[in-house]
C-alpha cells in the first residue's frame, strides 16, 4: 500500500540546508496500521505530508496505491487525494456552516462514493446520531474528531493519514477516540498511518516506527 525508498527531504535555512529525511525507508502493507513516534521537529509532519503528497521529496521515491512519485503530476496527486487517501488532523477543519450530517459526507460527494448505508453505519458506531442536525461549534472537540472520522472513512480510503489525531482530547476521550478508529480502519480494509508523540496512543496500532536523524526504524511491539 505505501513503500518510501531511501527519501531524502531538506529546507533552506539561512546558515544552511538543514536535512530532515535522510534515506527514510518504510513499507506499510494494506490493511496494517503504523504508529510514527518521534522528538518534536524530527520530521514526522513533514513525511506525512510528503506521503500525502503536499510536498516533494528532493530524493527517493514513495509508492502509494501502486503508483510512483516519480510519475505522478499534480492531477494524479489530486485525484488520489480526492479518492484513494484521507486526512485526520489534530484540527478537525470542519467546515463551521455547515452541519455534522453535511460535513462527514464532503469528501464522499466529492469522490462520488457516498453510500448511505454505510454512513448511517458510521453514525451509528461514532456515537453521532443524535448530532447530524448540529453546528461543528455546538459539539465538544471529542465529538467534532468523531465527524472528521466518519469523514475520512465514508469513501472507503486505501489509505488514512492521522496526524496528532487525539492531540487536543483528554485521555479518557483519546482513547474513546482511538478505539473506535481502529476498529473502523480494520473494517473497511484501509492502511493508517499515524504521527503521534504518545507511545500509549502508539500501542493501539499494529507497528510502531521511530523517525531519528532522518531514518525509519522499527520498534518492537511487545506481544500481548
Known sequence: MLRLNQVVKQFAQPDGDVTVLNGATFHLPAGRSAALLGESGSGKSTLLHLVAGLDSPDA???????????????????????????????????????????????????????????????????????LTKRLPHQLSGGQQQRVAIARALLHRPALVLADEPTGNLDEDTSERVMNVLVDLVRETGSSLLMV?????????????????????????????
Do not use: C, K
Not at 115 to 128: I, M, N, P
Not at 203 to 221: A, C, I, P, S, Y
Open 60 to 130: 527517493g521515491e514513495l509508492t502509494i496505491d501502486g503508483r510512483s512519485s516519480l510519475t505522478m503530476t499534480n492531477n494524479d496527486w489530486n485525484r488520489l487525494r480526492r479518492d484513494r487517501l484521507s486526512l485526520i488532523f489534530q484540527q478537525y477543519h470542519l467546515v463551521p456552516t455547515l452541519t455534522v450530517l453535511d460535513n462527514l459526507q464532503l469528501q464522499a460527494r466529492l469522490s462520488q462514493r457516498l453510500d448511505a448505508a454505510f454512513r448511517d453505519h458510521l453514525v451509528d458506531r461514532l456515537g453521532l446520531g443524535g
Open 196 to 224: 503521534t508523540h504518545s507511545a500509549h496512543m502508539a500501542g493501539f496500532l499494529d507497528e510502531q516506527w521511530r523517525l531519528q536523524h532522518g531514518r525509519l526504524n522499527q520498534l518492537e511491539v511487545p506481544a500481548l
